[in-house]
């Protein structure tokens, strides 16, 4: 496998694990007109950002190239190695490893992104293949279950993009638990954003009750 930086590439091209490769493309276009040295003639910072966009954008935007790039960057599990023969065992004992990771860790300090593509990639295209070809539906049940525990943390983009993958190999009760568990997010995300403005609408509220009461 190639050496892998260890910048961030997301964060250069201001971008989350979860771009399109159409995403980075149009992220690249943007930061790469900003910071051209055509335009920032004798900025030694705005060449050497410019280097660095150029540097991301030639490893995000080539599938192979992100792949290796994702898998040393985030990776969760240092004892965690592709096998060259997976089977459903194994995936729902990765599953429960990362889910005993996920719950050991500070929630405020934990690896989002890097979680977010552990996850994605134990439900991968192949593994799913796996799953699907000689997974059981308690077992597969088992590893959803699992995967929803450790996509807690998440936010409902994240979390949107894990639960496709799981839907895969769902039945019909795991399809209801993973859309209450979206359903679920959405709203709380929702209250989270918009508490402090309704808070502070209700104070004001209750201000004018007080003062119109009073005269």
């Known amino acids: 496998m190639p050496s892998v930086s260890k910048k961030n590439y997301y964060q250069v091209l201001r971008i989350t694990p979860a771009a399109t490769t159409a995403e980075v493309k149009k992220a690249y276009r943007k930061l790469a007109q900003q910071y051209h040295p055509d335009k920032n003639a004798g900025n030694e910072i705005a060449a050497l950002h410019f280097k660095e966009i150029k ?10 190239k992100r792949q290796a790039y994702n898998y040393e960057h985030f990776h969760l599990l240092k004892h965690y190695e592709k096998q060259a023969a997976i089977t459903p065992r194994w995936i729902l ?5 990362l889910d005993a990771v996920v719950k050991e860790s500070d929630v405020f300090r934990l690896d ?29 049940k088992a590893i959803i279950q699992l995967a929803l525990n450790a996509a807690e943390p998440l936010s409902y983009a994240y979390t949107e993009r894990i639960a496709s993958r799981m839907q895969m190999i769902a039945g019909e009760e795991s399809r209801q638990i993973i859309a209450k ?3 679920d997010k959405k709203a709380n995300e929702l209250f989270d954003k918009y508490k402090l403005p309704l808070a502070i609408l209700i104070g004001i509220l209750l201000c004018l009750v007080i003062i119109f009461s009073s005269r």
């Open 55 to 64: 540097e991301a954008y030639e490893t995000l935007a080539d599938d192979t």
């Open 112 to 140: 989002k992104d890097g979680l977010y593509i552990q996850l994605y990639d134990l439900l991968d295209d192949y593994n799913i293949g796996v799953l699907t070809e000689n997974g059981d539906a308690d077992m597969n």
């Open 181 to 183: 568990r979206l359903k």
């Open 93 to 97: 004992d990765e599953m429960i490893r």
